[in-house]
């Protein structure tokens, strides 16, 4: 679940609070212009999940409302990152003295939550990482301790904050607060903005929620940008099934991430290229026909691979919606199958009687024939 | 995290379905399963094996080495705590989709603890020729067969397919360690492989790898060390890299994770990497021969 700025900032920051600008959401230069009466000189950003909109020219200024219009015209309907950019948030333009960055996330590695500190903020901070890491303070957290205050000043010693200190400190213990309450993967904020009247303010936000807890979060899974999705992978995701749509002519049903991409591996390397990811793991194998509908409705599919391995997954119980699905359709396409493992010789009888044809012993020949097969 | 006949294990979620027709599935093995946890039917018997409320219940009576997990995602944070409290040395953890949050809390108080977590989202656990752990075709001769070749896998369908090519090829194995497909997991890519180049049954090793997150780099480095022939095989080469964690993600990882970084990483660490699973069996073959 990614969150756009606004959405970051009302829904999470805001309600934490942590310092925000005065701001307005709008949809035309008209609103623009109107929010740029009231608040005053203002930042004009669109709102698109993309995080390079500054170097796209998705950011501009307006010091007067005629000035806002005009800016808004242009960045509205720009395509910035594969989005058009239907809003832009207006927010009032704020005096800056020092800019900053931090974030709190899952540092995978070390199953831990990392706190992220640096006075470099700004559009550059991956290449200060990568250039200069010690530009960059990192607080792994023993997250039965948690992360407050006291631990956010031990981190900044010797930073020479001065008077931004302060809110620096509450800023960072707020974060950890929100990575932990609202099921956080990443919240970013960058620039972390020191204004010259001394104020530190979130200035942008990036967020990203755990997907696992979207019935934990309702409010962020309501505002959370919804995944660009074709006609096909809105129907797989209608049904839990995760299909993503690739743009070769080789199909594939096989049962767990792991052995869907190893069978995208292996078409890749016979030389031909893969029409979809499906992952039917876990409980998922049960939907065999429904999957096997969505892989044969791409039109690009000219050839099949059905490759099951079973373990957790019955081979007989997905080879019998395989079956089922294909008398129904009664799809012009060859298929190849490859099948062992849990269920395999009812599954291997099925596919003999019920089809006529023969499984393949191993994946990788099967594979060959159905890229042979597309060519 | 290498079963050894004899160990005794709990099963906590014993009488839903899939732990059922698990349960039946190791004991037909010969795994010792010796109970199993049901708050709401504590006091039966499942199984042939005594239901208790909880984990520390169950061990308030009788010894268990590991327990494993067959608990939906919202309850099983919980569950393994229970575990840890029973003071259970090691708990494999079948369930997939906890939320990060939970599974943070989860290593933590397994760290603390000093029990051993394997999984989430594991396929499990397998010696052949005296037990599994899980939900693998442990039970299934064509698959798995007792011999010197220690496999590492985070998935389960591919796990079971590398396995099942070995048997074929007459390379037996020593231990089949399914680590998980979260990217939190409590036993690495790197941990598991430190395991079997202690055990002395296991004469070479089957790495079975996936892009992101950078266990397979980790494991390169002590691989580096080994004396012990190594054959991998990294799913994903052909997968876009998931872009999600961006600025973040860059500066955490420094640009590992990819099948390009792995790919390099376990080669200069004398690692033989093919590009399809059979050539694993090949590769090990070669190594016997």
Redesign the interface.
Known sequence: MKLEEHAAKSVVLRPAGAPIGNARLCASPEEVAEAVRAIGPAVVKAQVPSGKRGKAGGIKVAETPEEGAEVASKILGMTIGGDVVERVLVEEKAAIAREFYAAVLIDVANRSPLVLFSTEGGMDIEEVALDRPDAIRRHVVDVLEGFGEPEARAMLRGLELGSAEAGVVDILAKLYRIFRERDTELVEINPLAELKDGRVVALDCKFVGDDASRDLQPEIAAAATPDKQTELERRGAEVGLKFIQLDGDVGVLANGAGLTMTTMDVINHAGGRPANFLEIGGEAYTKAETALDLVLSNPGVKSLVVNFCGAFARTDVMAEGVVKAWETLKPSVPVFFSIHGTGEDEAVALVRDRLGLEPYDLMEDAVKAAVEAAQ | MIYRSGQKVLVQGITGK?GTFWSQKMMEMGTSVVAGVNPKRAGETHLGVPVFASAVEATRQIACDISVIFVP??LARDAIVDAIDAGIGCVVVLT??????H???I???AK?AGCRIVGPNT?GIVTPGEGFVG???GH?P??FKPGHVGVI?????????IC?NLTRAGLGQSAFIGIG?D??I?TTTRDALEALDRDERTHAIAM?G??G???EE?AAEYARTMRKPIAS?I?????PPDK?????????T??RGGYASKREALEQAGVRVV????EIAIALAGVYA
């Open positions: 899939q995602p919202m997939e989709h906890i939320p990060a949050q599974v943070l809390e290593h933590a108080r603390r396929a939900i693998m075709p299934n064509n698959i896998s985070r998935s389960g369908s591919l796990g079971t397919l099942l497909g990217p939190m409590g079975i996936e892009i997150g950078t266990m980790e095989f799913a994903g080469r052909s997968s999600k964690m961006g600025h973040a993600g860059a500066i955490v420094g640009g590009d399809t699973p059979h």
